[in-house]
């Protein structure tokens, strides 16, 4: 089993520890029943203290990843389908809004600053962008792959989106076409841009 922890980053090192253990059980890559290194080994391993690593287990005893046994150690647990599909979404959901304030920043602008959140029908309903659009209180609009294919110009097109979604290019078509609905003066600021886990392009109104 491999962690890799930083020092740099903003997250502690127990929840380092943690969220990689929890990647390796929901990719499949640890098994249930698998014991996992003990708190000493680890801590020795990644020369930390013992302290960190168990709270890191403790935590995912909590969630129910994993389960100790008194005088055996620490081993994956059965898989609970329901915890670990919520458990994909808060990391879904964590990628996109890392991605959404990258793109932001970049254009010194903040969530604050956003009128709404578009994009293509075909996630209409996906949790991570309903569940983002949600806790920003700012709406969540898609329009189908018809309407997206009026605006007339955009600034790179990828032949594998359009082979899956019918359009070349869904960020930059899909604010255009907000924008044309709602403003009567925009611009586009920001043409598609890949950022953590999503492509995403920004258009203003202009008052």
């Known amino acids: 089993m491999e962690i890799i922890i930083s020092n740099s980053s903003d997250?502690?090192?127990?929840?380092?520890i943690a969220m990689q253990i929890k990647s390796l059980i929901m990719n499949g890559t640890l098994s249930a029943g698998e014991a996992l290194p003990s708190m000493r080994t680890l801590a020795k391993d990644l020369h930390i203290?013992?302290?960190?690593?168990?709270?890191?287990?403790?935590d995912l005893t909590r969630d129910g990843f994993i389960e100790t046994v008194s005088g055996k150690g620490?081993?994956?647990?059965?898989?609970?389908?329901e915890f670990i599909q919520e458990e994909q979404l808060r990391i879904a959901e964590e990628l996109l809004e890392k991605g959404l304030l990258e793109i932001l920043k970049k254009n010194h602008l903040d969530m604050n600053q956003i009128e709404a959140l578009v994009s293509?029908?075909?996630?209409?309903?996906?949790?991570?962008?309903?569940?983002?659009?949600?806790?920003?209180?700012?709406?969540?609009?898609t329009y189908s792959a018809?309407?997206?294919?009026?605006v007339e110009e955009v600034s790179s097109a990828s032949s594998f989106v359009k082979k899956i979604t019918g359009i070349d290019n869904v960020?930059?078509?899909?604010?255009?076409?907000?924008?044309?609905k709602h403003c009567e003066y925009f611009e586009l600021i920001a043409g598609k841009s890949i950022e953590t886990a999503m492509t995403a392009a920004i258009a203003r109104r202009n008052i």
């Open 146 to 150: 018809e309407m997206l294919n009026e």
């Open 120 to 141: 293509i029908d075909l996630k209409k309903e996906e949790p991570a962008v309903v569940s983002l659009a949600e806790k920003y209180k700012v709406p969540f609009l």
């Open 171 to 180: 960020c930059e078509r899909a604010a255009v076409t907000y924008c044309k």
């Open 11 to 16: 997250k502690p090192i127990y929840e380092q």
């Open 49 to 58: 203290s013992v302290i960190t690593v168990q709270r890191a287990y403790e």
């Open 74 to 81: 620490s081993f994956v647990a059965s898989p609970n389908k």
